[in-house]
């Protein structure tokens, strides 16, 4: 990582005027340069606010006046051209990353970053985030485009001058303000490279790499490591995406937005719109993480199929007095029986007459041991 380049390179400004005229400016100048190309200025200056990283103290504050026509101009990090270019080869596949707050600016303002080396400028387009915030702007170098819309650019990063260039291009009708701080070139972000491949979180101990959640705890041993290797006191982190939910217990631990998958289709439930894949909707499913159950008619969260009242909300006592399980509370049938019961009718001389078609309960011992059960509830 090489981290806080405003420390590490020289500031420089570059203005670049229609097409093809470019011009020098330095802020200490008391050059007049109005006609000749659009001023910028900067500064370095401390902001309360910033509290990005640790690395910097300070930061940076551009200030660039309205001016018509295409054409931007750019603040560039560079260093003593007899020094060289450098070679940022192993960062092919890292990002550019800095914090941007802006002060002032035009509506719906467009800023482009990139840097420049022995064959040419790669830039990148983005949207200025909203004014008075700071914002950590990530970049992949790999999805740089080069000039003019030519397509992506493929520069070789063995040789860069500019690590770090800053512009916006289409003119402006107003002051354009903002500040940089932690102006950064970084190996991975959130722990993996612009391929999506895991890259060391913990370079200096060699018995981790991985840190998903970007806690300080790794997510596992390497090979042929455990904790009493670690230089640094290393302990594993049982909560790799930090979501709350245990590894142990979590289907997607470096997930934090997902933790259960109840059908197994590798599907997250928050993500999966039927939870378990009995092709209803969650919306319409009364029983969404069942799948034998889809529907309850009357909401008593009674699953229809068990449900022997379907349209009538659960009433325990209603339910309780269908002495004969056919599914309705009936006079002649089930209130007979609670009567016949309670004057001590047992045998055949309770059941007699007093079931009702589609009973379950046909036999005197069936209704007897149900209303023995039954009289506590009543």
Known sequence: MISDLWSHWYGYEEYELGDSAYCDYSSDSSEDISGKCAKLSWSVTDDSTY??????????????????????????????????????SH????????????????????????????????WLEFD??????????????????????????????????WPFMIDQWDGLESPLVYRLGNISLISHHNGFNSNSEPVDKFPTDPSASLDSDGDGLPDEWNEGQGESDSIAGLTLDADDDNDGV???LDLFPLDPSENMDTDGDGIGNNTDSDDDNDGVDDASDAFPLNALEGLD????????????FLLVPYDQDQKLLDIDGNGQVDALTDTLLITRFVFGFTGDVLINGALGEGAIRTSSEEIEAYLEALIPEL
């Open 51 to 88: 509290s990005g990283n640790d690395q910097v103290s300070s930061v940076v504050e551009l200030n660039q006046l309205p001016y018509a026509g295409l054409g931007g101009s750019t603040l560039n990090l560079t260093r003593d051209w007899d020094l060289g270019s450098v070679d940022l």
């Open 246 to 248: 245990s590894d142990e």
């Open 91 to 122: 960062m092919k596949d890292g990002y550019i990353q800095f914090d941007l707050k802006v002060i002032e600016s035009p509506e719906n303002q467009k800023l482009w970053v990139g840097l420049y080396g022995d064959t040419g400028v790669g």
């Open 297 to 308: 008619a009357d909401g008593d969260g009674i699953p229809d199929s068990l449900d022997r």
């Open 128 to 161: 200025a985030p909203e004014a008075g915030i700071w914002t950590t702007i990530t970049v992949a170098i790999k999805d740089l485009n080069a000039p003019g819309g030519e397509g992506p650019y493929e520069g070789d990063l063995s040789a860069i001058w």
